[in-house]
């Protein structure tokens, strides 16, 4: 790895015993310094860290996830800083890959992107995925902003890796960033666009539908914000509307459509709002579109699913339900080829053995 520039791994962890010592274990030979920032910790995570780095330093958390990241970057010392959350582990693949990753940066990049598998199926497939800012140049001078699901504002050039982190959460739902944001507005801080979608969705999280489709709304009415956090919220408003006021929920669907090309997300709710109202044709439609679309490439949430694996579950469905079984089990085929273990395509594959 002669000639590559050296890297300083920086993280902010509390009470992460569980799953510290996976993350570093799957990182700790591929970077040249760990920096790690305690805000709190009442169980052995310092301990583990300990056992991996000697730059550990302690933070008063005060409810602010950017301020802790930037006191993490303050402590680095090495060209380019890459963070990581506790919960997250470079698999074997890209553990190889990094290296390679390594030797091209050589002080002319900016910043790299990286896929950030968020949930994967039980055969390790991706079902959500997005990009981030991971590594980034420390001359930069780069900085965190907003307390709680926190971004960083960059510029310059950058290089879009294909080497990707794996996040591999073991903690319940917490209402944690809920009640941050709700101090937040208790304090009449000022809530920027982000804040507004993002205060949403933890609403959403924890039951409150009725409260998250006001913030959805206002965020979608104030017309700023990134296109793709304008689909999400989309997508999430039509989510709280499910089973409260359906022609809403469409609504909602469909008003994606006005920030750009048609979403595999959006057609394959679309679709499900079809099937639950037993108007198969309309379904079809929607759900066959999917198999038509090109992925978008972006830096925001995609889910895998939809695109891929999801709609053909749900056109077997639809095709049996109309009787045209060729089609129904053309499509349950394709699916199975996906995602063989899937208990949807187990449970079809015994229905057409047993019927057909």
């Keep these: 790895m002669s000639g590559s520039s050296e890297i300083s791994l920086c993280m902010i962890v509390r009470d992460e015993e569980a799953v510290l010592g996976r993350c570093l274990q799957s990182v700790y030979d591929l970077v040249d310094e760990i920096i790690i920032v305690d805000t709190g910790s009442v169980d052995r995570t310092k301990q583990i860290a300990k056992e991996f780095t000697e730059c550990l330093f302690d933070f008063e958390w005060n409810d602010d996830f950017a301020a802790a990241r930037n006191y993490s970057f303050a402590h680095a010392t090495k060209e380019y800083i890459l963070w990581l959350d506790a919960d997250d582990v470079l698999l074997e693949p890209d553990r190889q890959a990094f290296q390679e990753l390594k030797a091209k940066l050589d002080g002319t990049i900016d910043r790299v992107t990286m896929p950030y598998h968020l949930t994967t199926g039980p055969n390790g497939q991706v079902s959500y995925s997005l990009r981030r800012n991971r590594i980034i140049r420390r001359a930069a001078g780069f900085r965190w902003f907003g307390r709680v699901h ?29 009640n941050i944001y709700l101090g937040m507005q208790e304090r009449q801080e000022v809530f920027t666009p982000r804040d507004t979608l993002y205060f949403a969705n933890e609403l959403m999280y924890n039951g409150r539908k009725e409260e998250a489709v006001v913030q959805f709304e206002k965020f979608l009415n104030c017309r700023k914000g990134w296109k793709e956090d304008k689909i999400i919220a989309c997508l999430s408003m039509a989510n709280c509307y499910k089973g409260m006021d359906e022609d809403k929920r469409l609504s909602a669907l469909l008003k994606t459509f006005e920030y750009d090309l048609p979403r595999g997300e959006a057609c394959s709710e679309i679709g499900q709002y079809y099937i639950e109202h037993e108007d198969y044709d309309k379904a079809i439609y929607w759900l066959e579109l999917i198999l038509s679309l090109q992925q978008p490439k972006t830096m925001g949430i995609i889910n895998q699913a ?14 049996d339900k109309l009787g045209q079984i060729d089609k129904a089990y053309e499509a349950h085929r394709q699916a199975k080829n996906l995602v063989p273990d899937h208990p949807c395509v187990l449970f079809n594959e015994a229905y057409f053995l047993s019927r057909y």
Aim: proline share 7%.
């Design 150 to 178: 926190e971004y960083m504002e960059v510029s310059g050039t950058s290089y879009d890796s294909d080497v990707a982190i794996t996040h591999k959460n073991e903690k319940p739902p917490s209402s944690r960033n809920l």
């Design 306 to 319: 939809s695109w891929t694996w999801m709609p053909l579950i749900q056109l077997t469905y639809c095709y």
